[in-house]
């Protein structure tokens, strides 16, 4: 009697959402990969009587965890790693806004608000007097970096420029935020048949490690444990996690 090939090489998409549903399920997105550990606490009673082996044993479950690799440096993504919050950045335009400087050939201001270069930027000295680029400073992706010799001194700056649309990582905010966790994968040994996983109750640790200059495609290094939903009632129920598969 021939058995049915069930040979599994498994994709597909990893989605969260706050437990306390206050934002939607959305996806984590490219995810290499997608894994779970258990750790068994078990208790063995010696045989005494000879022979040796074991007269009993008993064996539970003591810890669920799971870990990600994730490939995109959303903010999502990022605040989860770095348990902390994200808030949409304000594009309004910043009239003088106030700078400390040195006057230092190559020093960086950087502003308060990544700027909108294709918008005007205007820097002017403690006295008012509107600055030139190319001869006081050189615009950056973040700031102005000053020109040695040109008309930025010690008694600061006052920037007015267009903010860029961004989203604002506050890292080691969040402490003990849950979250649901879904995977809506495929099977591609078997012609892309689908299956999920629902897991009810996670929890992020903060990340290991975190690139940002290397060279190599970056990845968030994601590791959560897996908590009992009280929630879920029923006989036959898991409290962890449901895996449903196709047939």
Do not use: C, W
């Amino acid at each position: 009697m021939s058995t049915m090939d069930r040979s599994f090489i498994g994709a597909g998409s990893i989605y969260i959402k706050p437990a306390d549903d206050s934002a939607p399920l959305l996806p984590v997105g490219n995810v290499s990969q997608f894994r779970f550990s258990f750790e068994e606490d078990k208790k063995e009673l010696k045989n005494y009587l000879g022979g040796g082996g074991n007269r009993n044993t008993i064996s539970r479950i003591s810890s669920i965890s799971a870990s990600l690799t994730a490939h995109d440096f959303t903010a999502t993504n990022l605040s989860m790693a770095l348990r902390g919050s994200v808030a949409a950045g304000s594009t309004t335009a910043v009239t003088d806004e106030l700078h400390t400087s040195f006057g230092v050939a190559d020093e960086l201001i950087p502003f308060d608000k990544l700027p909108d270069l294709s918008q005007s930027v205007t820097i002017k000295d403690s006295l008012d007097t509107v600055l030139t680029a190319g001869d006081d400073y050189e615009l950056t992706k973040s700031g102005i970096k000053v020109i040695g010799g040109g008309g930025i001194d010690n008694l600061g700056v006052k920037v007015s420029y267009t903010p860029l649309a961004t989203n604002m990582v506050q890292a080691l905010i969040e402490s003990g935020k849950e979250f649901v966790l879904f995977m809506e994968g495929l099977n591609d040994a078997q012609d892309g048949k689908p299956f999920n996983i629902r897991v009810h109750r996670v929890k992020f640790s903060p990340v290991q490690n975190l690139d940002f200059i290397s060279d190599d495609f970056a990845a968030i290094a994601l590791e959560l444990d897996v908590l009992a939903d009280s929630t879920i009632e029923g006989s036959g129920l898991s409290t962890f996690m449901q895996i449903d598969l196709a047939q």
